[in-house]
């Protein structure tokens, strides 16, 4: 048996090396390293992927959800709202421009922000709402998007997780993870659905005057050569990242279905185990179906119900079976993001998911003999 990884980039660059490595000889060959042409290739065909009017790519994820709200105009003291159960990248920038990060509870079952909470958490100083698409499937974006429009208020999708996932409406139309807010963000960190060899994120709208805004802040606020309108920043993605991006990104879509097809053998595998809650997919698509594209699996995230969680990572790593615990300190109790105004009594979901949660290996390369390995040895822990 391959040794087991969380994540095989190694073995998913064995596979694509001869569209990968002739892609990134081109840059260094041409020596266009910032703003090739390989990054406006790559920028238009994941417009096309996505079925969105703008791309516009940037340096990593966090940077692309910082000027998405540099871009919205917000201001000091603005209130962002967003899940207190996700990576602290969200957070971090909504106060690093000082605005007010307004942390919400999540769901029990698919991780998202809590609709409830959210509507509990609006006030007058309420200017943006972030839902970030945790672990590889859509918040509840039909809902939010109707809250935003009543109470006057931006939507930017966190989207670093779910690149390639449909959200499916209520009427069975689709829209591409991202695609759906005023503004998303994505991240290419190399573990994500699309990673690149480095780092690269993507911010994405509709909007032809907030791409052209935020086309400028990516540059240093400059629409013209020199002269700079507003405060911007350096954000770029390199000519070599977009260069294999552009190479990956026609193996999204089979990337995401190796990863729902390992998530429906772990399912398979555990379904009749009362301890071991699996993934639920609350979206109007409620199996793994073949065509399904709802929960692109950035994360295989199981709960466990009355097993000690924190034992069964240690049993696992004893058998060389790497997991992860996502998250496991709630954003609300994080020193840089603590307030007094939260009250433990509004998070009693992501208080108890940060001892439930456990991550098993999910990625491209995972064979059946490793899933039957990992399921087993998890069956052998709960069993006792
Ligand atoms: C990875 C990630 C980010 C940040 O992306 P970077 O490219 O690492 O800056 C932001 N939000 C979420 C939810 C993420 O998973």
Redesign the pocket.
């Known amino acids: 048996m391959k040794k087991i990884q969380m994540v095989d980039l190694k073995g998913q660059y064995n596979q694509i090396k001869d569209v990968v490595n002739p892609s990134i000889q081109e840059v260094i060959e041409t020596t266009a390293f910032i703003n090739g042409p390989k990054v406006h290739e790559f920028q238009k065909n994941l417009e096309t992927y996505l079925d969105v009017k703008h791309v516009i790519p940037c340096a990593?994820?966090?940077?692309?959800?910082q000027i998405a709200m540099m871009g919205l105009g917000l201001k000091p003291g603005d209130e962002v709202i967003t899940a207190d159960f996700?990576?602290a990248?969200?957070v971090e920038v909504i106060a690093l421009l000082n605005l007010t990060p307004v942390l919400v509870d999540v769901n029990p079952d698919d991780f998202n922000i809590n609709i409830e909470a959210l509507k509990k958490a609006i006030t007058p100083k309420t200017k943006a709402i972030v839902p970030?698409h945790?672990f590889g499937q859509c918040a509840n974006m039909e809902a939010i998007m109707d809250i935003a429009k009543t109470h006057n208020l931006f939507v930017i999708e966190?989207n670093?997780?779910a690149i390639g996932a449909n959200y499916t409406y209520k009427d069975g139309t689709k829209a591409k993870a991202g695609t759906i807010g005023d503004v998303g963000?994505t991240?290419?960190?190399p573990s994500?659905n699309l990673g690149c060899y480095g780092?690269?994120?993507a911010i994405f709208t509709n909007n032809d005057a907030l791409a052209h805004t935020i086309r400028g802040i990516v540059n240093h606020g400059m629409y013209e050569r020199y002269h700079h309108d507003v405060v911007g920043v350096n954000s770029r993605l390199d000519s070599i990242q977009a260069a294999v991006l552009d190479a990956k990104l026609p193996y999204l879509n089979a990337y995401n279905k190796a990863r729902q097809t390992a998530a429906r053998k772990y399912n398979e595998a555990f379904k009749n185990i009362d301890s071991i809650i699996t993934p639920k997919i609350p979206n109007t698509c409620d199996t793994l179906c073949d065509t399904c594209d709802c929960h692109v699996f950035?994360q295989y995230t199981l709960k466990v119900n009355g097993v000690d969680r924190d034992a069964l990572v240690k049993f696992l790593n004893e058998n060389d079976i790497p997991c992860g615990v996502y998250y496991p300190i709630p954003l609300h109790r994080q020193k840089a993001y603590m307030d007094e105004r939260y009250n433990e009594a509004d998070f009693t979901v992501t208080n108890q998911l940060i001892q439930e949660v456990i991550s098993l290996p999910m990625h491209t390369e995972l064979d059946d003999e490793q899933i039957e390995y990992i399921t087993s040895k998890v069956k052998t822990f709960i069993n006792g």
């Open positions: 990593n994820g966090t940077d692309a959800l996700t990576f990248a969200t970030v945790l966190d670093a997780q963000s991240s290419f960190f994500k780092d690269g994120g950035h």
